[in-house]
């Protein structure tokens, strides 16, 4: 039997391809194993971006709230459900829900790509909103933590 980790892998790279019907189909099995909390949640987070991609945000926004409202989970993980909110709330054009729940992300996320995407993103909402201060902040942030992530993969990489 495939693992919950591994189904959950499948499912993400399904994602990024745009294959959200296959992806889904990944998650829901991983999610059906019951793993640890950490790794369930993230699965939770992942198939809630599927389920916003193919037409349910408020299911979405439901599956992430939920796991959020759950005992003894990584900051990490707190931070990843927070951007799937942040990022529902975004897609949907709740402006002021995306830019709280990016800012409940920002302090939980340690890792340099997701804080790069977590003030991109955030960053365009606040352009969209005619806010130029703060999107110019959140860009300048972002290339901050872009730059350290590929310090940190040629450092790891040689």
Same mark, same amino acid.
């Given at each position: 039997?495939?693992?919950?980790? @591994?189904?959950?892998? !499948? =499912? *993400?790279?399904?994602?990024?391809?745009?294959?959200?019907?296959?992806? %889904?189909?990944?998650? +829901?099995?991983?999610?059906?194993?019951?793993?640890?909390?950490?790794?369930?949640?993230?699965?939770?987070?992942?198939?809630?971006?599927?389920?916003?991609?193919?037409?349910?945000?408020?299911?979405?926004?439901?599956?992430?709230?939920?796991?959020?409202?759950?005992?003894?989970? @990584?900051?990490?993980? !707190? =931070? *990843?459900?927070?951007?799937?909110?942040?990022?529902?709330?975004?897609? %949907?054009?709740?402006? +002021?829900?995306?830019?709280?729940?990016?800012?409940?992300?920002?302090?939980?996320?340690?890792?340099?790509?997701?804080?790069?995407?977590?003030?991109?993103?955030?960053?365009?909402?606040?352009?969209?909103?005619?806010?130029?201060?703060?999107?110019?902040?959140?860009?300048?942030?972002?290339?901050?933590?872009?730059?350290?992530?590929?310090?940190?993969?040629?450092?790891?990489?040689?």
């Amino acid at each position: 039997m495939t693992t919950a980790e @591994e189904l959950h892998r !499948r =499912g *993400v790279r399904a994602l990024n391809r745009g294959r959200h019907a296959v992806a %889904r189909r990944f998650l +829901e099995e991983a999610r059906a194993q019951r793993a640890e909390p950490d790794l369930g949640a993230r699965v939770e987070a992942s198939l809630a971006y599927a389920l916003s991609e193919t037409g349910d945000p408020h299911g979405a926004l439901e599956l992430c709230r939920t796991a959020l409202s759950r005992e003894g989970l @990584e900051p990490g993980t !707190r =931070g *990843v459900l927070y951007r799937q909110i942040a990022l529902v709330e975004m897609l %949907r054009g709740e402006g +002021e829900a995306a830019i709280e729940a990016f800012g409940h992300a920002v302090g939980l996320t340690d890792d340099p790509v997701g804080r790069g995407n977590i003030h991109l993103n955030r960053g365009n909402v606040h352009l969209q909103r005619g806010d130029l201060d703060l999107a110019g902040a959140d860009f300048a942030a972002a290339e901050r933590a872009f730059t350290e992530a590929i310090a940190e993969y040629e450092r790891i990489g040689n």
